[in-house]
């Protein structure tokens, strides 16, 4: 349900009574959750999975991160939070998914739902969240529906189309308009009435168990970019930028690596990537360190160079306080920002939505867990499905080559439906 005046405001909240207790489970989590709408936030199989909704904020426009960082604080204060675990995950959460841009049509998001079963360091948890003296609502286990494939085919940007845009977007950054900008295709299908998204969820966890799966109203994916982490006054980032496919054996697998590793181009986009975390990050911390040098990330199908950021908090941020400070990012946009955010706009035929936005989830605390939404997709409630992959685009980039890095990219979600 949505609160009423809850649409990106902070009053009128009910008061939200939650419990947290210890499981005795050690079962896979997305049973727990709705078949059709999933709440999903796992690796590794572990996690958070939700059912039902007890809240729902909603958000839009400029100030959607600030809104939401004042309605949750005011959601929190107003709670009743019985919590003896007391671990990362546990009493009072929120779901959220953030649009990419100000403009999008597509609401933001924050999602408490009725029912949460958590996993952490061997621990298995039940939150219950309910008003007043409302009866607790109950964990409810279902099996899998029956197994389903779609086909995508591309949607509002051809493989053409892109790399023209592409292109266009090499000379302006020749032409010294900015220094990257990160172009995005699409592919679009339909999901059965009665499809059971777990299927996919559970291919993509599978698949992909070093990346956060996750499932937020319509948007699902596998991400391997960690936007920000904090917990107990320590916050955390992983940044990716610069890609290559696997190889085909064991010594084409590590040339391929050896080769991004020490690609100029590469390495120019990724140090983009990494100095706007850099600069977002450092207003709100009093130590700030990062991997000596980037290092290559093994996926399934893909190496990506990686950095790793870890610093003290030092002003109370919360993790929302700190997706707003950081979206979007070099990696999801460019640089400078407003200069790349407006080519995107100019170039890509489509409002991204969600895609390349913060998703993942939030704590009464306000710490939380929060990716990009990358290797995603958007399924609409009559069924439509939109998925994205983009590749950052620098001075040396050849269209042909980013437009077959997509192919690469849109890999995870394209095998989970098909």
């Not at 809104?67 to 604080?73: H, I, K, L, T």
């Amino acid at each position: 349900m949505t609160q009423p005046g809850q649409t990106g405001t902070a009053t009128a909240v009910r008061t939200l009574v939650v419990d947290t207790t210890v499981l005795d489970d050690t079962e896979p989590l997305l049973p727990f959750t709705d078949p059709r709408h999933p709440l999903v936030w796992s690796r590794r199989g572990a996690g958070l999975v939700g059912l039902g909704e007890a809240l729902r904020l909603e958000f839009s426009g400029a100030s959607r991160f600030r809104d939401a960082a004042e309605a949750w604080r005011a959601c929190a204060d107003a709670a009743e939070v019985h919590d003896d675990l007391r671990l990362p995950g546990t009493g009072l959460v929120a779901f959220g998914a953030f649009t990419f841009a100000a403009t999008s049509t597509q609401t933001s998001v924050l999602i408490v739902p009725r029912t949460i079963v958590g996993r952490r360091d061997g621990v298995t948890w039940l939150t219950t969240v309910r008003f007043g003296d409302e009866p607790a609502p109950a964990a409810v286990r279902t099996g899998y529906g029956d197994e389903y494939r779609i086909t995508l085919v591309p949607g509002s940007e051809s493989a053409e189309s892109y790399e023209q845009h592409v292109a266009d977007a090499v000379g302006r950054i020749r032409g010294a308009a900015l220094s990257k900008v990160v172009l995005a295709r699409d592919l679009v299908g339909r999901v059965p009435a009665e499809a059971d998204i777990r299927r996919v969820l559970a291919d993509l966890s599978l698949g992909y168990p070093d990346c956060w799966t996750y499932a937020v109203d319509g948007l699902v994916g596998s991400s391997p970019e960690t936007l920000v982490t904090v917990s107990n006054g320590i916050v955390g980032a992983r940044v990716l930028a610069g890609t290559t496919s696997r190889g085909t054996d064991q010594t084409d697998d590590h040339d391929a690596a050896i080769g991004l590793v020490t690609s100029s181009k590469d390495q120019d986009e990724h140090q983009f990537a990494v100095q706007s975390v850099l600069a977002a990050l450092r207003p709100h911390t009093a130590h700030l360190t990062t991997s000596e040098v980037p290092y290559a990330l093994k996926l399934p199908n893909l190496w990506h160079l990686a950095t790793d950021v870890e610093g003290t908090l030092s002003d109370g941020s919360t993790s929302l306080d700190l997706i707003a400070a950081q979206h979007p990012t070099a990696a999801v946009a460019g640089t400078p920002t407003a200069a790349a955010v407006a080519l995107i706009d100019e170039l890509e035929p489509f409002d991204r939505g969600r895609y390349a936005g913060p998703v993942g989830w939030v704590g009464a605390d306000g710490d939380g867990e929060w990716a990009i939404a990358l290797r995603s997709a958007q399924i609409s409630p009559t069924g439509e499905l939109r998925a994205y992959a983009g590749c950052g685009i620098v001075a040396d980039s050849v269209p042909a080559h980013e437009l077959a890095e997509t192919r690469m990219k849109f890999r995870p979600i394209v095998e989970a439906f098909g």
